[in-house]
């Protein structure tokens, strides 16, 4: 089963900004999860020209259901990007798999890292065949101290949007 992504577009949401698009699968039986493996890149630099830079990686799950919109977004916050200049780079694998959500992965909560998603920091390996993508946001906020330019998101760059 192969997961498709389209429909991709901006999204804002309060203090983070990025790009979002839809996950389908054809012919799905039920039950079906969708899974991601996620790998972010990020580096930041200051007006002073300190820079920062941090990677991480997670895997994420969704129950699917055809009749419902499964939406997933790479978002930066304000916070990396107010008064700095930088990029994120983000790699995933997404694959379908028929079943419940593997038990390893835990539903969060509110605001908390998987917001309503189950998630882990342990990868798990894909199991199915993949869809990859990569997303490269850049941004330049060096000297800009008015929250016009960072509201909605407008700062952000879209430099690569690549599904394979």
């Known amino acids: 089963m192969e997961v498709k992504v389209n429909n ?5 949401r309060k203090d983070r900004h990025g790009w979002a698009a839809d996950f389908k699968v054809d012919n799905g039986g039920k039950p079906l999860t969708i899974y991601q493996n996620v790998y972010v890149w990020l580096k930041t630099v200051d ?3 300190d820079d ?3 990677k991480y990686s997670f895997t994420e799950a969704w129950q699917y259901d055809s009749n419902k919109k499964i939406t997933d977004s790479f978002l930066v ?3 990396w990007r107010k008064n700095q200049k930088g990029y994120m780079k983000v790699k995933s694998i997404v694959w379908a798999k028929e079943g419940s959500i593997d038990s390893s992965l835990k539903k969060g909560k509110d ?3 998987w917001g309503n998603l189950h998630g882990s920091f342990d990868m798990l390996m894909p199991s199915a065949p993949t869809t990859k993508r990569k997303v490269t946001m850049k941004w330049n906020n060096l000297g800009k101290k008015a929250a016009k330019h960072f509201t ?3 700062d952000l760059i879209l430099k690569k949007n690549q599904v394979d």
């Open 152 to 154: 909605k998101g407008k």
């Open 52 to 54: 920062d830079s941090m």
């Open 111 to 113: 605001d908390d890292y």
């Open 8 to 12: 991709f577009r901006r999204q804002n």
């Open 47 to 49: 007006k002073d020209g």
């Open 77 to 79: 916050p304000v916070d």
